[in-house]
């Protein structure tokens, strides 16, 4: 199998071995404008839920002054988060993709939502990854297929300049809390990748595997030596990097009295530009140390949990307390995000808590930390189900329901923490960490027994910038339409407005006014209004 | 002079009712030279290539220019001007990773972007109006760290970086980065921020010292403003190290190799017969020779070929062949290139084919997955690069099915250098979807619709090429018509003004292979190459200037038809060695 993951080591080279001069850039960006960074954060769980139905996910009441429900309480009821007047909830969201169509629902869930929803061309609707042969084609649960280009992350980052920054060091990042959702062991990578870049030639995205390990990722984006600067090695690396540019500068103050006048608007752009910076340069000089976070007994290097292997009845079956350690992960990627956000490092982060087969144990190993208590369903009792996430989801009656609704919460307050913290962490340029991020909090099936594709559990946080209305309960669509495609007709194809509206409506709000449609015609019914003021 | 009465000609009779004057096909446009010719201002419409490459960051060139002296008119042009004007120019990303590569030994990571990502098109662009921007600037320095860390030694620092070294290193190298000789005080400048890092290692001190030199203007412009540009007047004349850096990044699109540097050092490349005597050797350089097929590739739009996306289910195994058919199309241009003329461009029945392409294609049957040349016979594939299938299916942008709006536009600007046309409205595609019938059929609607200066300019180059699918496979019957399988019809009437005759005239084409050969009698395609190659080799329409040199220069490839003459010639021109004020 070809690898095309970009060498992310390559792209950070110039960061990990040339701490001084990069360490400022990043606020020089902010600097430089005066303006706050504008970011696109995706966060992923697993798995759908197994509560649209009873009441624990949908509020109730109207589009404004709505009443959370047990789940979405996660964000609002100021346990952890008080962020109802900074969210919007969508109901009647569809996943455009087909149930027809043959291939791994999970992983068809993932490429349907933040990648070019595919035409309707009949059961072999979707591309197929390079390990695909006749019979996987031909499989029902295909496990090869794949993303026709790159993803809406990375096309945000290709299309909006604000996305970019200054450009920033690290243009996007990917990141994981469990260790299967690395795996590349073989090219199933469709419901473990969440970001796409674009193929070469044009052609099917390239998975950018997300990076499961905290220490790894320390290391790429806050190599050794390079935020940990005294305010005097502060103020002489700026002043070495303002004598480089005073070098061009008289190079170019040198040019203008030799070219001819044409070409002066040229010289001049290009001094504008380093005097420009020069500005930046003296204000950050004086800026606190953009500081990397600290854990207790350095960032963690999990082990890699253990995956789904075959099963002597056939099929597969998961094995041992997969990822225990997927929350001290979070935990350490959570800091590892808002560190990147609050230093510039990056303006693009898409991060998945868990693969779409998720064989996490919840019972035996992730609740069993010390720092998670309480996690009991709404009739007071603890998971008590042995299996993996995945397997749960698919199981009936009220414990698995239930034993769900405790994972869904446990995702839901994991995802609180991080955006609570950034509601409370000033932007450099103004607001704060969450005002300046539109962070899209989804998952790649509805309904997790039937693979759902319709009333899509999809929640918006921030994004002011964007003037996303917060505190809004949006039911889309036609409600009776929406009755019809009930989430236990799991061969529906569902109504409007589809997932590739919310991301053509997000590009008009940016300004990408360009993107009017995204992927094939037969999916897009045009901007959603209400989620935008 | 000959009058041919052929099909098309008898044809044409009948389109204008027999009254119509037959043109002068052996020899389009008028007269055989303007070099001594009417000194008349600037070209009548020679601007149409530099209008392209001053809006945004830069240019593209895709033959896009127009004919320099207006079809089917008399050429004009400016005796005694240059090719271009004296300018900076930003150097392209590709030309900064050759120039770190060849002076500091530094690959720079294919997989890093300098100022932005690759082409995804396939179209050459250069940067003779891009402006510096601060996001600019940062990503030079990101980009200059990059270099430093990639230097894992300096040859002249054997016992650790220090100073004394350091500034050897600098003497030596820097230079012939910044194509021109470094002062003591910008040395000196150098110096001081090399040491200015020294309580942070010598990693700091090489990457500051590094950043200095690559966001220096000396490196990041191609300067061509000779001496006193800012006070002279008329036009001025390239300094020696000015004039070996445009050969060198027009043939090695990198700075100077040592022996043309020396000539830069003791003055002596601005001496016609030195500077005749340095392009002719570094035309035989494997690097000049692989650059310049590069740049008729880019021509040809060869390039885009790796880029085009056609649809699986309609051209099964597309994909899979789609690296071949670069590759032959290399082997069959470089024949051309290195041993041909240019009319073989338009002539040849060699093509290089494996066992897949040649089944795919029906060519004569060789084994293996190696390409081996092959000639074809009969019907098929028989005018040279119009019938090439890399250029057919790069040229046909219908990813489904046939695409005679896209194929002929190919041949209208990239060959004919014709006239700009206004974008198609804003109701184009709706008003298209209404066309019934066959491909054939709806151009002519098409035509019939858009009225005239619009489709029925550059249509008919398509439609005579209906005899190839749109990944370029040969077909003997038509599978759009009603019912399919209908004989093919590649006959198309062209209107006056897009093939130069005198006088002016339509003209009946009977096929693809009836184009090559209209192609190689007359000049118009000879002198469109020889217009876009020089654009490439100068990065800069000279269209703009209308040098009466160019004429020559076009002259001269009419004659020799020989690619490497064409770029010798136009680099050893009077007018390639000043730049106009």
Same mark, same amino acid.
């Given at each position: 199998?070809?690898?095309?993951?970009?060498?992310?080591?390559?792209?950070?080279?110039?960061?990990?071995?040339?701490?001084? =001069?990069?360490?400022?850039?990043?606020?020089?960006?902010?600097?430089?404008?005066?303006?706050?960074?504008?970011?696109?954060?995706?966060?992923?769980?697993?798995? =759908?839920?197994?509560?649209?139905?009873?009441?624990?996910?949908?509020?109730?009441?109207?589009?404004?002054?709505?009443?959370?429900?047990?789940?979405?309480?996660?964000?609002?009821?100021?346990? +952890?988060?008080?962020?109802?007047?900074?969210?919007?909830?969508?109901?009647?969201?569809?996943?455009?993709?087909?149930?027809?169509?043959?291939?791994?629902?999970?992983?068809?869930?993932?490429?349907?939502?933040?990648?070019?929803?595919?035409?309707?061309?009949?059961?072999?609707?979707?591309?197929?990854?390079?390990?695909?042969?006749?019979?996987?084609?031909?499989?029902?649960?295909?496990?090869?297929?794949?993303?026709?280009?790159?993803?809406?992350?990375?096309?945000?980052?290709?299309?909006?300049?604000?996305?970019?920054?200054?450009?920033?060091?690290?243009? /996007?990042?990917?990141?994981?809390?469990?260790?299967?959702?690395?795996?590349?062991?073989?090219?199933?990578?469709? /419901?473990?990748?969440?970001?796409? #870049?674009?193929?070469?030639?044009?052609?099917?995205?390239?998975?950018?595997?997300?990076?499961?390990?905290?220490?790894?990722?320390?290391?790429?984006?806050?190599?050794?030596?390079?935020?940990?600067?005294?305010?005097?090695?502060?103020?002489?690396?700026?002043?070495?990097?303002?004598?480089?540019?005073?070098?061009?500068?008289?190079?170019?103050?040198?040019?203008?009295?030799?070219?001819?006048?044409?070409?002066?608007?040229?010289?001049?752009?290009?001094?504008?530009?380093?005097?420009?910076?020069?500005?930046?340069?003296?204000?950050?000089?004086?800026?606190?140390?953009?500081?990397?976070?600290?854990?207790?007994?350095?960032?963690?290097?999990?082990?890699?949990?253990?995956?789904?292997?075959?099963?002597?009845?056939?099929?597969?079956?998961?094995?041992?307390?997969?990822?225990?350690?997927?929350?001290?992960?979070?935990?350490?990627?959570?800091?590892? +995000?808002?560190?990147?956000?609050?230093?510039?490092?990056?303006?693009?982060? /898409?991060?998945?808590?868990?693969?779409?087969?998720?064989?996490?144990?919840?019972?035996?190993?992730?609740?069993?930390?010390?720092?998670?208590?309480?996690?009991?369903?709404?009739?007071?009792? #603890?998971?008590?189900?042995?299996?993996?996430?995945?397997?749960?989801?698919?199981?009936?009656?009220?414990?698995?329901?239930?034993?769900?609704?405790?994972?869904?919460?446990?995702?839901?307050?994991?995802?609180?923490?991080?955006?609570?913290?950034?509601?409370?962490?000033?932007?450099?340029?103004?607001?704060?960490?969450?005002?300046?991020?539109?962070?899209?909090?989804?998952?790649?099936?509805?309904?997790?027994?039937?693979?759902?594709?319709?009333?899509?559990?999809?929640?918006?946080?921030?994004?002011?910038?964007?003037?996303?209305?917060?505190?809004?309960?949006?039911?889309?669509?036609?409600?009776?339409?929406?009755?019809?495609? /009930?989430?236990?007709?799991?061969? #529906?194809?569902?109504?409007?407005?589809?997932?590739?509206?919310?991301?053509?409506?997000?590009?008009?709000?940016?300004?990408?006014?360009?993107?009017? #449609?995204?992927?094939?015609?037969?999916?897009?019914?045009?901007?959603?209004? =209400?989620?935008?003021? | 002079?000959?009058?041919?009465?052929?099909?098309?000609?008898?044809?044409?009779?009948?389109?204008?009712?027999?009254?119509?004057?037959?043109?002068?096909?052996?020899?389009?446009?008028?007269?055989?030279?303007?070099?001594?010719?009417?000194?008349?201002?600037?070209?009548?419409?020679?601007?149409?290539?530099?209008?392209?490459?001053?809006?945004?960051?830069?240019?593209?060139?895709?033959?896009?220019?127009?004919?320099?002296?207006?079809?089917?008119?008399?050429?004009?042009?400016?005796?005694?001007?240059?090719?271009?004007?004296?300018?900076?120019?930003?150097?392209?990303?590709?030309?900064?990773?050759?120039?770190?590569?060849?002076?500091?030994?530094?690959?720079?990571?294919?997989?890093?972007?300098?100022?932005?990502?690759?082409?995804?098109?396939?179209?050459?662009?250069?940067?003779?109006?891009?402006?510096?921007?601060?996001?600019?600037?940062?990503?030079?320095? $990101?980009?200059?760290?990059?270099?430093?860390?990639?230097?894992?030694?300096?040859?002249?620092?054997?016992?650790?970086?220090?100073?004394?070294?350091?500034?050897?290193?600098? $003497?030596?190298?820097?230079?012939?980065?910044?194509?021109?000789?470094?002062?003591?005080?910008?040395?000196?400048?150098?110096?001081?921020?090399?040491?200015?890092?020294?309580?942070?290692?010598?990693? $700091?001190?090489?990457?500051?010292?590094?950043?200095?030199?690559?966001? @220096?203007?000396?490196?990041?412009?191609?300067?061509?403003?000779?001496?006193?540009?800012?006070?002279?007047?008329?036009?001025?004349?390239?300094?020696?190290?000015?004039?070996?850096?445009?050969?060198?990044?027009?043939?090695?699109?990198?700075?100077?190799?040592?022996?043309?540097?020396?000539?830069?050092?003791?003055?002596?490349?601005?001496?016609?017969?030195?500077?005749?005597?340095?392009?002719?050797?570094?035309?035989?350089?494997?690097?000049?020779?692989?650059?310049?097929?590069?740049?008729?590739?880019?021509?040809?739009?060869?390039?885009?070929?790796?880029?085009?996306?056609?649809?699986?289910?309609?051209?099964?195994?597309?994909?899979?062949?789609?690296?071949?058919?670069?590759?032959?199309?290399?082997?069959?241009?470089?024949?051309?290139?290195?041993?041909? @003329?240019?009319?073989?461009?338009?002539?040849?029945?060699?093509?290089?084919?494996?066992?897949?392409?040649?089944?795919?294609?029906?060519?004569?049957?060789?084994?293996?997955?190696?390409?081996?040349?092959?000639?074809?016979?009969?019907?098929?594939?028989?005018?040279?690069?119009?019938?090439?299938?890399?250029?057919?299916?790069?040229?046909?942008?219908?990813?489904?099915?046939?695409?005679?709006? @896209?194929?002929?536009?190919?041949?209208?600007?990239?060959?004919?250098?014709?006239?700009?046309?206004?974008?198609?409205?804003?109701?184009?595609?709706?008003?298209?979807?209404?066309?019934?019938?066959?491909?054939?059929?709806?151009?002519?609607?098409?035509?019939?619709?858009?009225?005239?200066?619009? @489709?029925?300019?550059?249509?008919?180059?398509?439609?005579?090429?209906?005899?190839?699918?749109?990944?370029?496979?040969?077909?003997?019957?038509?599978?759009?018509?009603?019912?399919?399988?209908?004989?093919?019809?590649?006959?198309?009437?062209?209107?006056?003004?897009?093939?130069?005759?005198?006088?002016?005239?339509?003209?009946?084409?009977?096929?693809?292979?009836?184009?090559?050969?209209?192609?190689?009698?007359?000049?118009?395609?000879?002198?469109?190459?020889?217009?876009?190659?020089?654009?490439?080799?100068?990065?800069?329409?000279?269209?703009?200037?209308?040098?009466?040199?160019?004429?020559?220069?076009?002259?001269?490839?009419?004659?020799?038809?020989?690619?490497?003459?064409?770029?010798?010639?136009?680099?050893?021109?009077?007018?390639?060695?000043?730049?106009?004020?």
């Amino acid at each position: 199998m070809q690898d095309f993951r970009i060498p992310r080591r390559a792209l950070l080279a110039g960061v990990g071995t040339t701490a001084l =001069g990069a360490m400022l850039r990043p606020i020089m960006a902010h600097a430089q404008t005066g303006m706050a960074p504008q970011r696109l954060l995706l966060i992923h769980r697993p798995c =759908g839920t197994s509560s649209l139905a009873n009441g624990r996910w949908w509020p109730t009441g109207g589009p404004t002054g709505w009443t959370p429900s047990p789940l979405l309480s996660s964000f609002t009821d100021g346990k +952890i988060a008080s962020l109802q007047s900074n969210m919007v909830v969508l109901k009647g969201l569809t996943c455009p993709r087909s149930m027809f169509w043959l291939g791994d629902q999970h992983m068809a869930g993932f490429l349907a939502m933040v990648t070019p929803p595919v035409k309707d061309t009949g059961p072999q609707s979707w591309p197929q990854s390079a390990s695909a042969t006749p019979s996987t084609l031909a499989d029902p649960n295909s496990k090869t297929i794949t993303s026709i280009d790159q993803s809406i992350d990375q096309l945000f980052l290709s299309q909006i300049p604000a996305l970019k920054g200054a450009p920033c060091p690290v243009p /996007s990042v990917q990141l994981t809390a469990s260790t299967e959702s690395s795996d590349q062991t073989n090219d199933w990578h469709a /419901s473990r990748v969440t970001s796409y #870049a674009k193929g070469p030639s044009g052609g099917l995205g390239v998975p950018l595997w997300p990076e499961p390990s905290p220490a790894v990722a320390f290391q790429n984006y806050f190599a050794a030596g390079l935020m940990n600067m005294t305010p005097a090695q502060i103020a002489r690396a700026a002043a070495q990097n303002k004598s480089v540019l005073d070098f061009a500068l008289g190079g170019l103050s040198s040019l203008q009295t030799q070219v001819p006048a044409s070409q002066l608007p040229k010289v001049q752009a290009h001094l504008d530009a380093i005097r420009q910076l020069e500005t930046s340069l003296a204000a950050s000089a004086t800026a606190p140390a953009c500081t990397p976070p600290m854990f207790p007994g350095g960032p963690l290097s999990p082990s890699p949990g253990m995956f789904s292997v075959p099963s002597p009845q056939g099929g597969y079956m998961n094995v041992g307390a997969l990822d225990s350690q997927t929350y001290t992960m979070w935990e350490q990627h959570k800091e590892i +995000i808002k560190t990147m956000f609050m230093c510039d490092l990056t303006r693009v982060v /898409s991060f998945t808590f868990a693969y779409g087969n998720s064989g996490i144990h919840f019972e035996n190993g992730v609740l069993n930390n010390p720092a998670l208590t309480g996690y009991k369903d709404p009739n007071g009792n #603890a998971i008590s189900d042995p299996d993996g996430h995945h397997d749960i989801s698919h199981l009936q009656g009220g414990d698995a329901v239930d034993a769900q609704y405790i994972i869904d919460k446990y995702y839901n307050d994991r995802t609180a923490e991080l955006l609570a913290e950034m509601s409370t962490t000033p932007d450099i340029g103004g607001g704060s960490l969450l005002d300046n991020t539109l962070v899209v909090y989804w998952t790649e099936v509805s309904d997790g027994n039937a693979h759902g594709a319709v009333d899509m559990p999809v929640l918006l946080f921030g994004g002011k910038f964007l003037n996303l209305n917060g505190g809004s309960y949006l039911q889309l669509g036609n409600a009776t339409n929406n009755a019809q495609f /009930s989430p236990s007709n799991k061969y #529906a194809k569902g109504p409007p407005p589809f997932a590739s509206d919310l991301w053509v409506t997000a590009a008009q709000a940016w300004g990408y006014s360009a993107l009017t #449609a995204y992927g094939d015609p037969m999916w897009n019914t045009g901007p959603i209004s =209400g989620i935008f003021g | 002079m000959k009058i041919k009465l052929d099909a098309r000609t008898l044809a044409l009779l009948l389109v204008l009712g027999g009254g119509a004057c037959l043109g002068n096909v052996g020899s389009m446009g008028a007269g055989s030279s303007a070099s001594s010719g009417a000194v008349a201002g600037s070209g009548a419409s020679g601007s149409s290539a530099s209008a392209a490459a001053s809006t945004g960051n830069g240019g593209s060139a895709s033959g896009a220019s127009a004919a320099d002296s207006g079809v089917g008119g008399a050429p004009s042009c400016t005796q005694g001007a240059s090719f271009a004007p004296a300018r900076l120019s930003l150097i392209t990303d590709d030309e900064y990773r050759n120039v770190v590569r060849d002076v500091f030994g530094v690959t720079f990571p294919a997989t890093v972007d300098v100022t932005g990502p690759p082409s995804a098109s396939g179209s050459y662009s250069y940067n003779e109006n891009a402006e510096v921007e601060t996001t600019t600037v940062q990503a030079y320095q $990101r980009a200059a760290d990059q270099v430093a860390a990639l230097m894992t030694s300096i040859p002249t620092c054997t016992a650790g970086v220090n100073a004394t070294c350091m500034e050897q290193y600098l $003497r030596s190298n820097l230079p012939l980065a910044w194509r021109r000789p470094v002062t003591d005080d910008e040395l000196a400048g150098l110096m001081a921020i090399f040491n200015s890092g020294a309580m942070d290692g010598q990693a $700091r001190q090489i990457q500051l010292t590094m950043e200095a030199a690559l966001l @220096h203007p000396a490196f990041l412009y191609r300067s061509e403003i000779g001496t006193n540009a800012a006070t002279a007047t008329g036009k001025v004349q390239l300094t020696p190290y000015e004039l070996a850096s445009a050969v060198s990044f027009a043939l090695l699109n990198s700075s100077p190799d040592a022996e043309l540097w020396v000539k830069a050092q003791d003055g002596s490349i601005t001496q016609p017969p030195v500077l005749a005597a340095e392009v002719a050797r570094l035309m035989t350089l494997p690097a000049v020779q692989a650059n310049l097929m590069k740049l008729v590739s880019y021509y040809l739009d060869f390039e885009t070929l790796p880029f085009v996306i056609k649809d699986a289910t309609a051209y099964p195994g597309f994909a899979a062949l789609q690296g071949t058919l670069y590759q032959s199309s290399q082997m069959f241009l470089s024949d051309i290139m290195w041993g041909g @003329h240019f009319s073989d461009l338009f002539t040849s029945r060699r093509m290089y084919a494996n066992e897949a392409m040649a089944s795919a294609y029906g060519l004569p049957a060789v084994s293996g997955t190696a390409l081996q040349a092959v000639t074809t016979t009969g019907d098929a594939y028989g005018a040279g690069v119009l019938t090439q299938p890399a250029l057919l299916a790069a040229s046909n942008k219908n990813a489904i099915g046939d695409d005679v709006i @896209h194929r002929g536009l190919w041949v209208y600007y990239n060959l004919l250098c014709a006239p700009t046309l206004p974008p198609p409205p804003a109701n184009a595609s709706a008003v298209a979807a209404t066309f019934m019938g066959s491909t054939r059929q709806q151009s002519l609607e098409r035509d019939t619709t858009c009225g005239a200066g619009c @489709h029925g300019r550059f249509d008919p180059f398509g439609l005579v090429t209906l005899s190839y699918d749109g990944i370029g496979r040969y077909r003997t019957t038509d599978p759009t018509t009603t019912p399919p399988g209908g004989p093919i019809d590649d006959d198309a009437l062209v209107p006056i003004g897009v093939l130069q005759a005198n006088p002016p005239m339509p003209f009946m084409l009977t096929g693809v292979d009836d184009v090559a050969q209209i192609f190689v009698e007359g000049r118009q395609v000879s002198d469109c190459a020889a217009d876009n190659l020089t654009t490439y080799a100068l990065q800069h329409s000279p269209d703009v200037e209308g040098s009466c040199d160019l004429q020559t220069v076009k002259d001269g490839f009419l004659q020799s038809g020989s690619f490497p003459d064409l770029f010798t010639s136009i680099l050893t021109s009077p007018a390639f060695l000043t730049r106009d004020l």
